[in-house]
C-alpha cells in the first residue's frame, strides 16, 4: 500500500528537543500508562539494547501529517532468534499505533512495511486482535499456541481491572477462593517443597557460560529468542525504572535453569500485578521442575500482596505447571510473524513446540 499522500515517514534522531516532543505525545497517547513516558524506560528501550549498532539507533519512526503534526508511531526492539536452528536478526514491533480517528486510513500499513524492509525476520508478540488483522493483510503469519496463564488472588481488583462489573465479581469472588484454597492443599501434596540435587539462588548477573545451556534446553522450539548473557543481563538488569528478581536453579553446580519474576502496579486501574517474566529450564531433569520453580516464584510474589500473577505457557507442558500451580484462567496469547525462507506450516511437521514465549519476549512486559 503506498503512502497516503498526507503524511511522511521520518526516523526519530534524537536531541533533548526531540525527547521532549517525544515523551509529551507518549503522555498523551500513553495517558493511562504514564510509565512509557519514564525517561529510563525510553533510555533503556532506545539505546541500550546490545544487539543494536549505534548507526541503527535508535529504532523510531514516526509519521506526520503535512501541517507537521505527529499522527503515528512505531519502535522496533531488536532480539536474536533462533529459527529451525539458525540465527536471524528479529525487530519486534512494538508501540505500533495511529492517532486516534485515523484508523483505517492505511497508515498503520505504512509502519508494518517499513519493518518489513528491515534486514531480519519483522514480528510481533502480545498483539491486539485488530493490530493482528492488519498484519495478516500483508500475509504475516499468526500463531496461537502460546496462552495467558493467570492465578487470581483479589478477584475485585482483577475484576475491576478487567472492567467487569461489580456484581460479577460479587457472584465470582467466593468461587475464586474456594479455587485457591484447594490448589494451596494440592500444591502441598503433589508440588514438592525442594527436589533432591536441585539448589536456587538470587543472581544479579547472567554469565556467558551459561548461553549454550539455555539454548540447548529450548531445541525443541523451532522459534525462539536467543537467550545469551548480554541479551538477558540487558532485559532484566540494566532497567532503572524497573527491578526484576532472578533465581538461578543448579544441579551439581550446572544450571538448569532460571526464573524472573517481578511486581508491578497500575495507579490508576487500582492493581497490583505479579509477573512471572521469564524462564527457561532443563525439561530431562525432572517433570515436576517446572512445577517448581513456578511455586518458588509465585511464593515470593505472594508475599509482595499481589492481586493477581500472570506468566505464558508456550506448550502443553508449561501450561500444565502453571495449572498445577492455580494458573487456571487462560487466554490466547497471539504472536504474528513475516516468513522469509522458512515456512511455519513446514515447522510444524518437524518439531514438538513452534514457538517459546515468555512475558520478557514480548511486548506485554514493556509497559508497566
Same mark, same amino acid.
Given at each position: 500500500?503506498?503512502?497516503?499522500p498526507e503524511v511522511t515517514l521520518e526516523k526519530y534522531i534524537d536531541s533533548p528537543e526531540n525527547r521532549i516532543i517525544l515523551l509529551d505525545y507518549y503522555t498523551q497517547v500513553y495517558s493511562k500508562i504514564p510509565k512509557m513516558a519514564n525517561e529510563n524506560r525510553f533510555e533503556w528501550q532506545t539505546f541500550l539494547n546490545p544487539l543494536e549498532e549505534n548507526e541503527e539507533r535508535p529504532l523510531i519512526w514516526l509519521l506526520r501529517s503535512c501541517s507537521g503534526k505527529l499522527c503515528g508511531h512505531n519502535s522496533l526492539l531488536k532480539f536474536e532468534l533462533r529459527i529451525d536452528n539458525r540465527k536471524y536478526s528479529g525487530y519486534c514491533s512494538t508501540n505500533l499505533l495511529v492517532n486516534p480517528g485515523t484508523e483505517g486510513k492505511g497508515l498503520g500499513h505504512v509502519l508494518i512495511e517499513n519493518n518489513e524492509k528491515m534486514d531480519g525476520v519483522a514480528f510481533a508478540v502480545g498483539i491486539t486482535e485488530m493490530a493482528s488483522r492488519a498484519f495478516q493483510k500483508r500475509g504475516w503469519v499468526l500463531i496461537n499456541d502460546s496462552s495467558q496463564q493467570s492465578l487470581v488472588l483479589n478477584?475485585?481488583?482483577?475484576?475491576?481491572?478487567l472492567n467487569k462489573s461489580k456484581m460479577l465479581a460479587y457472584i465470582a469472588s467466593p468461587f475464586i477462593i474456594l479455587i485457591n484454597a484447594a490448589f494451596r492443599v494440592y500444591k502441598k501434596i503433589f508440588i514438592p517443597r525442594s527436589i533432591s540435587d536441585i539448589s536456587f539462588s538470587q543472581i544479579n548477573e547472567f554469565l556467558p557460560d551459561w548461553d549454550n545451556y539455555w539454548r540447548e534446553y529450548l531445541k525443541d522450539y523451532a522459534i525462539h529468542f536467543d537467550r545469551n548473557s548480554s541479551f538477558l543481563n540487558y532485559k532484566y538488569?540494566?532497567?532503572? +525504572?524497573? $527491578?526484576h528478581t532472578v533465581y538461578l536453579f543448579e544441579n551439581q553446580n550446572r544450571p538448569i535453569g532460571y526464573i524472573v519474576f517481578r511486581k508491578?502496579?497500575?495507579? +490508576?486501574? $487500582?492493581i497490583v500485578l505479579g509477573r512471572i517474566v521469564d524462564f527457561v529450564y532443563d525439561p530431562t531433569i525432572s517433570k515436576k521442575l517446572l512445577s517448581y520453580m513456578i511455586k518458588i516464584a509465585s511464593d515470593e510474589l505472594r508475599k509482595l500482596q499481589v492481586d493477581c500473577i500472570v506468566g505464558i505457557a508456550?506448550?502443553?507442558?508449561t501450561k500444565t505447571a502453571f495449572w498445577q500451580n492455580g494458573f487456571i484462567f487462560s487466554r490466547i496469547q497471539p504472536a504474528i510473524i513475516r516468513e522469509t525462507d522458512f515456512k511455519i506450516k513446514d515447522l510444524r511437521q518437524r518439531y514438538s513446540h513452534i514457538w517459546y514465549i515468555s512475558l520478557g519476549d514480548s511486548d506485554l512486559d514493556n509497559y508497566w
Open positions: 500500500m503506498p503512502n497516503p478477584p475485585m481488583a482483577v475484576f475491576g481491572f538488569f540494566k532497567r532503572e +525504572d524497573i $527491578k508491578s502496579v497500575n495507579v +490508576d486501574k $487500582k508456550s506448550s502443553p507442558a
